[in-house]
């Protein structure tokens, strides 16, 4: 089987060990992996703050950059959530406005090949045990977008259950938004920060060594006000837990 | 709408005192997670709720888009049944109608039922100034109104003050507006209720005219809803000799059947009831029985202006149980007032600068205090995806675009001080639609990684002043796969 990989801006520039994850614990499943040179951001942060159209020519480069494959595969349940929901509103609005009806044809080729990373293990490969090796505990904040966006239900929790030497604990108030919310982080910094303290409150009161998520612009966030607060949680990606083996642990 | 929330810092600076003040937080914290609680294992008893809020979404998007139609239906029921009609356009044309209606009677005081809509076009501070005293009846409005205070929850208007707090009010202020506390007053709620029985006991038996909105009105009875929990405006409704009341026009449902669905999503909704306590309807008037005199006034005040519009509208459809406040994680932050309305949380933030338009610094401001994590639609009874709306509002705050202002097509230019972010946008997109840019800007930022401050300049401090930046990378993701995969391995 092979997949492209939508690795994501924010994972290109910031955190390409999420990136790198995606790779090898695919190839490890037997995936091979493309990446499409071309792609670039979804859009979201544009869109999200109300610039749609300049959201557009990024719908329409991502839509291109992934026309030829059957999966694309994105480590972030919040873009995925964008192409998923938002791309046919964004093509729909611009055929009303008379600009056409091709970035409508590109949003609907292209919504329903992506799979955000949990749900094409679970659904399309069929995996709930990556063969993870990873030995601590961890507590699972569900993002929003993935949450409520595209549904991911237990998908998360049900692989990292299956990590091996893993421990993994429950997080209270974990449905609750941690937030970030793209631009709101600065547009509402004081809402936004006691959102995010509550939240690390929250995952520090269970004992747990990491805090994972599954969308690095909201671990971003934590990870930040964790780090600001000397404390010794440490954010991690979703993926970079699968990934790692006894062979080749986290580094 | 009112003039009360004239001048209101935009929501950034007013959530800003909101999440600073501990105890306000403490009690919001409290107020909202114990009903969110209650409302889920309310909702959770139904097997059909899928279906009851799908049907409640269906019976109001078909009556919005045939509002014409059933509001002279409504008018013509209403009348055949007695009662008296009167269409305003706007807030000043509603507070005229009720303070000429009052005046009429010959009486300088109303009793209130709790009404949102009187609250929206600020008709306590015009009957004031026609010398007409106006008394809530609802025990929170009571508080709000003992306490010079402003409601900052649509159902639980003093979801702001505590058991303490009351206890002050009550102490310091009934007296000066009838039957004082008893004393001594302790801050039981019982005690605190008994407290406010006595004192409105008294205006319930002097009161010659009440005042009241409606939950709902059916068009083809004229028949009149009103849900409460406390009774008190069962009082008003039935003693008083004359009954005024103000309801917005999308309150309108076609049917007495359609009440079916309505009554069980919103008890369940707004207070985790399976059913309120006091359900009052009333059609026209009755000889003999209940007030003589029943006068509606259908409310527009930006309604028909919210209507045309084809996202927005679906705004129209809340039944005003405020779930979406009570799930809402910057409502429990930045509490109620922060919003600038009557009507806060996610639905005020998409509902008001609808009304009111995005002209003023806390309507433009409105649509960002969110970060749609959709917590609001997924337990909005008639399924109003908030979100979407708010992200279609914020185009129309940045990008500008057709309104429909007092029933006239209008083209809004973008709003003022959004000259910067704009411009970042576009850079942004500029360099993300260009990836051998974007790959150049990716290894000059791993060049700079070093320099990295750990405050920034401008916007970005605002991140910068209570949180680390993440750090930069050596090297992005797509120079590690043309290094590691692009070349035969």
Not at chain 1, 42 to 56: D, K, L, S, W
Not at chain 1, 227 to 232: K, L, V
Not at chain 2, 222 to 227: A, F, R
Request: charged share 25%.
């Amino acid at each position: 089987m092979r997949a492209a990989l939508f690795v994501t801006c924010v994972n290109d520039a910031l955190y390409p060990r999420t990136g790198i994850a995606v790779v090898r614990l695919l190839e490890r499943l037997g995936v091979a992996v493309d990446f499409p040179a071309a792609q670039s951001c979804c859009g979201q942060p544009q869109y999200n703050t109300g610039y749609r159209y300049e959201a557009e020519p990024l719908v329409r480069r991502t839509a291109r950059a992934f026309a030829g494959h059957e999966y694309v595969v994105t480590p972030s349940g919040s873009c995925a959530a964008m192409i998923r929901e938002h791309y046919p509103r964004i093509g729909r609005k611009a055929a009303e406005e008379g600009r056409g009806g091709e970035l409508a044809e590109a949003a609907a080729s292209l919504a329903p090949r992506v799979y955000e990373l949990t749900e094409f293990l679970v659904d399309v490969l069929g995996v709930t045990d990556v063969g993870a090796y990873f030995p601590h505990t961890v507590t699972y904040h569900p993002s929003c977008h993935g949450l409520r966006g595209l549904g991911l239900g237990d998908r998360p929790r049900r692989l990292l259950a299956a990590v091996k030497g893993l421990d993994l604990v429950d997080l209270p108030g974990a449905e609750e938004c941690c937030g970030f919310g793209g631009t709101f982080a600065v547009k509402n910094p004081d809402v936004s920060t006691a959102m995010g303290a509550d939240k690390i409150r929250a995952a520090a009161g269970t004992g747990a060594q990491v805090l994972c998520g599954a969308d690095n612009s909201c671990l971003a966030h934590l990870d930040g006000l964790l780090r600001r607060a000397d404390s010794p949680l440490r954010a991690l990606h979703l993926a970079e837990i699968l990934a790692a083996t006894e062979e080749e642990p986290l580094p | 709408m009112t003039g009360t929330y004239l001048g209101m810092p935009a929501f950034p600076e007013a959530a800003r005192e909101a999440v600073r003040d501990e105890v306000l937080r403490a009690n919001l914290r409290h107020a909202t997670h114990t009903i969110r609680d209650k409302r889920a294992r309310a909702v959770a008893e139904l097997a059909d709720w899928d279906r009851l809020r799908a049907a409640g979404k269906a019976v109001k998007d078909h009556t919005l888009r045939h509002l014409d139609r059933y509001l002279l239906q409504l008018e013509a029921a209403v009348t055949a049944a007695g009662g008296t009609v009167h269409w305003a356009a706007d807030a000043d044309e509603a507070n005229r109608i009720v303070t000429e209606l009052v005046l009429a009677t010959g009486e300088r005081e109303v009793v209130k039922v709790k009404s949102m809509a009187t609250q929206e076009i600020g008709l306590n501070e015009a009957l004031e100034a026609a010398g007409i005293a106006a008394y809530e009846t609802d025990l929170a409005e009571l508080i709000v109104q003992l306490g010079h205070d402003r409601p900052s929850h649509i159902l639980v208007p003093a979801i702001h003050r505590n058991r303490a707090e009351i206890r002050d009010i009550f102490r310091a202020e009934m007296g000066s507006w009838g039957r004082p506390a008893p004393e001594p007053l302790g801050d039981d709620p019982r005690e605190l209720a008994e407290a406010a029985r006595l004192h409105l006991r008294e205006k319930f038996l002097r009161a010659k005219v009440a005042v009241s909105g409606a939950n709902f009105m059916v068009a083809e009875t004229g028949t009149m809803v009103v849900l409460e929990s406390e009774g008190n405006g069962r009082m008003c409704l039935t003693l008083p000799e004359t009954l005024i009341s103000v309801v917005g026009i999308e309150k309108t449902v076609p049917t007495f059947r359609d009440l079916e669905i309505f009554l069980q999503t919103l008890p369940r909704s707004s207070t985790a009831e399976r059913m309120n306590p006091y359900t009052t309807m009333w059609t026209g008037t009755t000889a003999g029985d209940g007030p003589a005199a029943f006068h509606l006034v259908l409310l527009d005040n930006g309604r028909s202006d919210t209507l045309a519009d084809e996202t927005g509208r679906q705004a129209l459809r809340c039944i005003r149980c405020s779930a979406c406040l009570n799930v809402c994680p910057v409502y429990e932050r930045a509490g109620g007032h922060a919003y600038g309305s009557v009507y806060p949380g996610p639905i005020g933030a998409v509902l008001s600068p609808q009304l009111r338009g995005t002209g003023s610094a806390i309507d433009a401001s409105l649509p960002y205090a969110s970060t749609l994590c959709g917590a609001c639609y997924e337990v909005c009874p008639v399924a109003i995806d908030i979100p979407e709306v708010l992200v279609h509002l914020r185009e129309r705050v940045v990008q500008g675009g057709p309104v429909t202002r007092d029933g006239v097509r209008v083209t809004l230019r973008p709003a003022d001080g959004h000259t910067a972010e704009r411009a970042a946008m576009r850079a942004a997109r500029l360099l993300l639609d260009h990836p051998g840019a974007l790959r150049a800007g990716e290894r000059l930022l791993a060049r700079a990684r070093r320099l990295a401050p750990r405050r920034l300049p401008g916007a970005g401090r605002a991140w910068t002043d209570s949180r680390e930046l993440p750090t930069v990378p050596a090297e992005s993701f797509r120079d590690w796969w043309a290094r590691e995969r692009s070349t035969p391995r």
